[in-house]
C-alpha cells in the first residue's frame, strides 16, 4: 500500500538554524500539506499546496516557513531561523482531490 | 469549544467493550474526517464521512454524523488492546484540499 514517507526521523538543531524537512506524498495524490503538532497538544495546519503553489496557509507558517516541490517526488518544508517554539512534530500529508488526507510518520525537530 | 472537540477527553474501558467518542464543532463542513494516533506515531486515517451523510462503517467503527447539531460520533466495538490510541476528529471547510482542522483528541485506553 503506498505511504508518505518523511526524512529525517528526529532533526536537532541549534537556535537560528536553517532545517529543510522532507516527505515523499504518495506519487497519483495532487493536493500536500505540512501540519505540526507541539508536544501534548493539537495537530496544527501550516500550509497546503497545489499545482506547484501554496493554496492555504495559516498565521503560524510567517515568513521563516516556506514549501517547495523541487522535483516530481519530494515536498520540503523549510525553516529559516529555527526558534525554540519550533520545537514539535512536523507532519506531511498528501490527498487525491476530495478525498481523505494520508498522514507521514512525521519529523521530530527539536531546537536548542 | 473550538473547531473539532472531543468528548471525554480520555476514556478507559476494558477490552471487549464499547467506546464512543464524541466530537463537536462550530463552522459549516464539507467532510470530518476520524483519525488514530498511536503514541508519538503518526495519524492513521479511519473514516471520511461527507456532509449530506448520517452513518458510515468501517469493520468494528461506526460514525454518526448529524449536521444539525455539528457534532460527530465514533464507536469502536469489541474493543481490543491494540485500539489503545488516540483519536481525533478533523474538519473539511470545503472538500477542496485545504486544511483539516482537528480537535484535541480521546485518550482511549483498553484493559487486556
Known amino acids: 500500500e503506498p505511504e508518505v514517507t518523511q526524512t529525517p526521523s528526529h532533526q536537532v538543531t541549534q537556535m537560528g538554524q536553517e532545517v529543510i524537512l522532507r516527505c515523499v506524498p504518495i506519487s497519483n495524490h495532487l493536493y500536500f500539506y505540512w501540519y505540526r503538532q507541539i508536544l501534548g497538544q493539537k495537530v496544527e495546519f501550516l500550509v497546503s499546496f497545489y499545482n506547484n503553489e501554496i493554496s492555504e496557509k495559516s498565521e503560524i507558517f510567517d515568513d521563516q516557513f516556506s514549501v517547495e516541490r523541487p522535483d516530481g517526488s519530494n515536498f520540503t518544508l523549510k525553516i529559516r531561523s529555527t526558534k525554540l517554539e519550533d520545537s514539535a512534530m512536523y507532519f506531511c500529508a498528501s490527498s487525491a482531490p476530495g478525498r481523505e488526507q494520508y498522514f507521514g510518520p512525521g519529523t521530530r525537530l527539536t531546537v536548542t | 469549544s473550538q473547531q473539532g472537540e472531543e468528548d471525554p477527553q480520555a476514556l478507559s474501558i476494558q477490552e471487549g467493550e464499547n467506546a464512543t467518542m464524541n466530537c463537536s464543532y462550530k463552522t459549516s463542513i464539507n467532510n470530518l474526517q476520524w483519525y488514530r494516533q498511536n503514541s508519538g506515531r503518526g495519524l492513521v486515517h479511519l473514516i471520511l464521512i461527507r456532509s449530506n451523510e448520517r452513518e458510515k462503517h468501517s469493520g468494528r467503527l461506526r460514525v454518526t454524523l448529524d449536521t444539525s447539531k455539528k457534532s460527530s460520533s465514533l464507536l469502536i466495538t469489541a474493543s481490543r488492546a491494540a485500539d489503545t490510541a488516540s483519536y481525533f476528529c478533523?474538519?473539511?471547510?470545503?472538500?477542496?484540499?485545504?486544511?483539516?482542522?482537528f480537535g484535541g483528541g480521546t485518550r482511549l485506553m483498553v484493559k487486556p
Open positions: 478533523a474538519t473539511d471547510p470545503n472538500n477542496a484540499g485545504n486544511m483539516l482542522t
